[in-house]
């Protein structure tokens, strides 16, 4: 049976801009999507790298700009329009001060295995219609001192997925919403949750909603697993 659950250590909303973003004087069209090689570090120097095939949209199956194999690590990139999917992880990974100006299909996407991590340190993502982070596969993912504004959901377990028998944990420290936000994480787990998703399915269509934790309530304790102070607006 697959697990779930979110850890939220700090977490909290507020009404303005709180991270100091790089701004890059140019950008990079990459023409094709980036292989980060397992165990290479690819250091952006904070230069904007935009798509130059793919669009800002939510259309499925877009490539991202960057591919990181298992065991690679990503720091000081600024990701522009068009986006494309951003970046993915096809195992653990460490992605250091990444910035989404304007996130298209989602900003990250994660397809590794139950043991692997993922670990986003730093960084903000800006003007996602729908996900900043997806995860498809299987393990952890961290988000630590992260900024996000004007969002749709910080974080989404996929609820429709060929293969869905993973266990899935997300754990939040420090990171700061401002700006409209319609869920915080979304996971999937038979009927708790915190923005609890009924069924697991593989048709393409979204398990129906049937619980959401709301500011001031306490985690569950199993799912969501986090106290009304540690959830805060300031």
């Known amino acids: 049976m697959a697990m779930f659950s979110l850890a939220v250590l700090a977490f909290s909303v507020v009404a303005v801009d709180s991270a100091a973003w790089p701004n890059p004087s140019g950008s990079t069209k990459v023409p094709k999507k980036m292989v980060i090689k397992a165990g290479q570090v690819f250091d952006g120097k904070n230069q904007r790298f935009v798509s130059g095939w793919g669009g800002g949209d939510q259309?499925?199956?877009q490539d991202p700009i960057f591919e990181l194999e298992a065991g690679a690590s990503i720091k000081n990139v600024v990701i522009?329009?068009?986006?494309?999917?951003?970046?993915?992880?096809?195992g653990s990974c460490d992605i250091t001060n990444v910035f989404w100006e304007d996130v298209g299909e989602d900003a990250a996407t994660f397809k590794g295995k139950a043991s692997d991590k993922y670990n986003i340190i730093g960084g903000g993502a800006k003007k996602a219609d729908d996900k900043v982070f997806q995860h498809n596969g299987g393990g952890t993912v961290t988000?630590?001192?992260f900024?996000?504004?004007?969002?749709?959901k910080l974080y989404r377990s996929c609820g429709n997925c060929k293969y869905n028998g993973f266990d899935r944990h997300v754990v939040m420290d420090g990171v700061t919403v401002s700006g409209k936000m319609k869920v915080l994480a979304g996971v999937n787990a038979g009927g708790v949750a915190c923005e609890n998703?009924?069924?697991?399915?593989?048709?393409?269509?979204?398990?129906?909603?049937?619980a959401s934790y709301k500011q001031g309530q306490d985690g569950d304790g199993k799912v969501c697993i986090y106290k009304k102070a540690d959830v805060g607006a300031v």
């Open 197 to 210: 998703f009924k069924g697991v399915n593989n048709n393409s269509v979204e398990p129906v909603g049937v």
């Open 59 to 61: 259309e499925e199956g």
């Open 147 to 152: 900024d996000a504004q004007d969002i749709g």
């Open 80 to 90: 522009g329009a068009p986006a494309a999917d951003g970046i993915h992880c096809l």
């Open 143 to 145: 988000i630590k001192n």
